[in-house]
């Protein structure tokens, strides 16, 4: 894959996720956005971009919990997911309410949580796949039920704006 390639993706990529702000929940704008069933194809492919974004970002947060000397493996998993998912918080809506469509990106999930149930402590990686795909998923349904993911409060002026232009 060239440059080209790179950024057209990417852009159709976040074309998706600004579309998909408004409802995260709702089917994927995929048909609706120009350029990406020539350059995705179907919507798995565009999903595995999408957690392939996640993995990358969700990456660099832990490895910047765990360059230091770090005790509390749990806290320092929770610091990075959490500070991943606030600044990321429409695709990671997006992957909650569609990645179990499709095997590959379901995959990559499992994968996912995986490497956070080792990362937090709560299991072994010689453990069998099933077990800490099963340990990863408690890990990630506490994650993202704690505290501290509350939606920003919008100022009077963002509550203004979003009146008049509802993407905003």
Partial sequence: MGWNDFYQRRDIADA???????????????????????????????????QHRWNRLLSG????????????????????????????RTLRAV??????????????????????????GMADPGEPAEELTKVGAAVTALLRHGPGLEAPRRTPLGQLLKMLAPTA
Avoid: S
């Fill in 16 to 50: 998706v996720l600004r579309q998909a702000a408004r409802d995260p929940q709702a089917p994927l704008p995929f048909a609706g956005i120009p350029g990406a069933t020539e350059v995705f194809g179907d919507e798995e492919q565009l999903l595995l971009a999408l």
């Fill in 61 to 88: 947060y832990l490895r910047t919990e765990f360059e230091g000397e770090t005790t509390d493996h749990v806290e320092a998993v929770t610091r990075a997911w959490r500070r991943a998912v606030r600044a990321n």
């Fill in 95 to 120: 992957l909650d309410a569609h990645v179990a469509d499709y095997p590959a990106p379901r995959r990559m999930h499992e994968a996912e949580q995986r490497m956070l149930a080792v990362a937090a």
